[in-house]
């Protein structure tokens, strides 16, 4: 039988035999409930300098201590998109923009603290995989749009992406065989559409279903290809524009029929647009 386990992404993802939980991929800031873990797009390789301008490090700051922790996407000169469940009360965050490589300095990166975290209102909080995971990082400063940093394209409101079309995902975290990479990781993945999502969630026996109309799915379901612990809040891109926020799945990351889920931005513009 397979557990029945929803975690937030900020929750580590332990592994046993051949258990399958619900989860949000973890990100590397501090767990509001147990230990954290780092993780990676699976199947990803690394991205070209410059190929995902818009990409941003979130990186958390307590006294001394200081890591790479969710991802997110600049969507104006000062605000950044992310997931709901990527905000802290305790220390800060400092937005990473322009950067490729986390281990060195390249002179492209601007680095501006968060000076306000606006989580969804209808967001519930706590350790739940739910709707509303969209939260919107105002800049204490603008950044410099230039060819390493730029704001992307939101999708019109209520825009669906067509199930079979492509997509393109990209974050920081650990590889299957390999600590954490500095580089930054892609993929390419497939939208499946939100009937067959949710008969494949419902086939993997998890109990009952968290997935709503306001959330995207993406495969290829069994390829080894999914998002994972470290992705959380990156950004799904299609077209050249934004259509999800990495949200939850399935753990262990990369299992047999189970897809990526992420919070669709088209389904909550009139809450990202009073914030650009």
Request: hydrophobic fraction near 40%.
């Amino acid at each position: 039988m397979l557990r029945q386990t929803l975690l937030l992404l900020a929750l580590v993802a332990t592994v046993l035999g051949a258990t399958l939980q619900v989860r949000r991929p973890p990100h590397t800031g501090p767990a509001r409930a147990f230990a954290v873990s780092r993780g990676r797009i699976y199947g990803g390789r690394d991205a070209t300098k410059g190929e995902f301008p818009h990409q941003v490090s979130l990186q958390y700051v307590l006294l001394i201590i200081r890591y790479h922790s969710c991802g997110g996407s600049v969507i104006s000169s000062n605000a950044v998109l992310t997931a709901a469940h990527c905000a802290i009360s305790l220390g800060h965050y400092v937005a990473v923009a322009g950067d490729h490589d986390l281990g060195s300095d390249e002179g492209s990166e601007q680095e501006v603290r968060v000076s306000d975290q606006i989580v969804h209102p209808d967001y519930p909080g706590g350790a739940v995989v739910a709707a509303n995971d969209i939260a919107v990082f105002l800049l204490e400063s603008s950044l410099t749009l230039n060819d390493y940093v730029q704001a992307i394209a939101l999708p019109s409101d209520g825009v669906v992406p067509e199930g079979g079309s492509t997509a393109v995902v990209s974050g920081w975290g650990t590889t299957e065989t390999a600590s954490t990479p500095d580089i930054l990781q892609t993929v390419e993945v497939s939208v499946i559409d939100y009937d067959t999502c949710k008969q494949n969630l419902d086939d993997l026996g998890i109990g009952e279903n968290p997935l709503t109309d306001t959330m995207v799915c993406t495969g290829p379901l069994y390829d080894g290809i999914s998002t994972c612990s470290g992705d959380s809040g990156g950004p799904l891109v299609q077209n050249s524009e934004l259509i999800g926020v990495v949200s939850w799945g399935i753990t262990p990351c990369g299992s047999d029929g189970a897809p990526s889920v992420f919070t669709s931005v088209s389904a909550h513009l009139d809450f990202i647009n009073q914030y650009i």
